[in-house]
DNA sequence: ATAGATAAAGAACAATGTTCTATAACATAA
DNA sequence: TTATGTTATAGAACATTGTTCTTTATCTAT
């Protein structure tokens, strides 16, 4: 339907432009031009809102590291996690959102399951690389892991100001390099 | 003074048992035995007892990440590491409002400081690791802030629950190890 | 001991999530 | 076409919570 997604292009907006605080109910329906009780019968509540931007944000995170096959599993690995970076960095309260209110939120099995699918995408990129060769270990997911604990790091914390390096895209690339090197298979 | 502690303590009891959301002035006030003006007048605002919360939280991380000096200066950036995951499991609503609430609360220059003599520790390690010629690379401050973006991406992953591996801290550890060794001298 | 200042308690106000109620729109069946 | 049951909507109303105001108590200094 028709306000439903004019609600969440109005929920983005608002998010966006002044962060989750800004975020009310009220704002959202006027933004959309519906009333208040528009949000309930259509999320059910607040948190039903922001579970759809939630659910909103894998989708677009999920397009955001999808690449095309490349000659070498890892530099296809390496070129999703600068989509991943990009995604975090054009969408910060978005991004803020999805992360550190899953601590908070309760998700719907859909939505823990479309979040796990993201992850699932990284898992057989990592597990590409491991059949090539270019990765070292056993467990595709404990690989993936830590890939992804150290991007999401990284982005958070660039997302939140916190960060000494000069050139963030290259300190990244630099952390990401490290990091892949050191599971490298020792030769 | 008595109250100002009792506030605070209040604060944090009732933060990691309900979490954020549930953190209300007044609820802080009542625990603390005084009416909810007592937070004002101490406080300022509710804000103003988040950010007393971020200052004692950063205070505790330092104590956390403090370490004898050991024979080894990577050994002990590595010890300092283990500090800081373990505040952060130990302390998982403190910390995420450490860092998820930097982002919105905009705090005083001293609370910045702080955070950032934090931060200052972590530097002077890896300084000292390159020194030994354990680490290499030429900016410590590049390098620790990626040793940083590593493991606040690993204990916020863990803490917001998001963490497919087995052994959370055995992973948290393969993570620093690989991005250790990604960081050493070639040779 | 008293005057001024300080702090506290409780009521009151504003914003916001949520619910209630009455009305309007709409689909369906005779 | 019309009547009826369902659904959706608008606007008011309610509860919670951050904040402020007002009055009262307490404390300090001379």
Redesign the pocket.
Same mark, same amino acid.
């Given at each position: 339907?028709a306000?439903t997604d004019s609600l969440i292009d109005a929920a983005l907006a608002i998010l966006e432009e002044t962060g989750l605080?800004? +975020?009310?109910?009220?704002? &959202?329906?006027a933004r959309a031009?519906?009333?208040?009780?528009? &949000?309930?019968?259509?999320f059910?509540?607040?948190?039903? +809102?922001l579970e759809a931007l939630f659910m909103y944000g894998f989708a677009s995170l999920q397009a955001a590291i999808e690449t095309p096959p490349t000659a070498s599993p890892l530099t296809r690995l390496r070129t999703g996690c600068q989509g991943y970076r990009r995604f975090a960095i054009h969408n910060p309260q978005l991004y803020h959102l999805m992360f550190e209110q899953m601590l908070l939120l309760d998700l719907s099995p859909e939505a823990k399951d479309l979040a796990q699918r993201s992850f699932g995408t990284l898992v057989e990129r990592v597990h590409a690389a491991m059949t090539s060769s270019e990765l070292a270990g056993t467990s595709s997911t404990e690989v993936a892991q830590q890939v992804w604990s150290a991007m999401h790091g990284a982005v958070s914390l660039e997302i939140a100001g916190v960060h000494f390096a000069t050139d963030r895209a290259q300190s990244f690339t630099a952390m990401l390099d490290a990091l892949l090197i050191g599971m490298a298979p020792r030769r």
């Open positions: 339907m306000v605080p800004g +975020l009310t109910v009220r704002d &959202v329906a031009g519906v009333a208040p009780m528009g &949000v309930y019968s259509r059910g509540s607040k948190d039903g +809102l």
